[in-house]
C-alpha cells in the first residue's frame, strides 16, 4: 500500500523559508504529476504548485516568484521551497501524486507564519 509521507511544516516569521518534503512508500508507475496543495481554515483545498512530467511546473498566482517546486523521480519525492512567507501562506499543506491509475494524497503538514 502506497503511504506519502509530509515533513518540514513548522512555524515562521514573515519573510522566513521553509522547505517541505513528500515521499512515497512504495512503487507507483504511471505518474503524471507530483505537487503540493494547501488548505486555510474555512476555505477549499487549492492547488500551490505541480510538477508535469515531462518537465512542466505549475504555480499558483500567489506563490509565483516565492516558491520552487521539484520533485526527485528515483526516490519518488516532491519538495517544496518556500521563501519570502507571508502570514497569508498559513495553512495545510498537502503533498499529491497523481497517476494514470489513482490519486495519492498526504496527510497534511501544517504552516504558520507570524507576522
Known amino acids: 500500500q502506497v503511504q506519502l509521507v509530509e515533513s518540514g511544516g513548522g512555524l515562521v516569521q514573515a519573510g522566513g523559508s521553509l522547505r517541505l518534503s513528500c515521499r512515497a512508500s512504495g512503487s507507483i508507475s504511471s505518474i503524471n504529476a507530483m505537487g503540493w496543495y494547501r488548505q486555510a481554515p474555512g476555505k477549499e483545498r487549492d492547488l500551490v504548485a505541480d510538477?508535469?512530467?515531462?518537465?512542466?511546473?505549475i504555480y499558483a498566482d500567489s506563490v509565483k516568484g516565492r516558491f520552487t517546486v521539484s520533485r526527485d523521480n528515483a526516490k519518488n519525492t516532491v519538495y517544496l521551497q518556500m521563501n519570502s512567507l507571508k502570514p497569508e501562506d498559513t495553512a495545510v499543506y498537502y503533498c499529491?501524486?497523481?497517476?494514470?491509475?489513482?490519486?495519492?494524497w498526504g496527510q497534511g503538514t501544517q504552516v504558520t507564519v507570524s507576522s
Open positions: 499529491r501524486i497523481h497517476s494514470r491509475f489513482n490519486d495519492y
Open positions: 510538477t508535469i512530467s515531462g518537465g512542466s511546473t
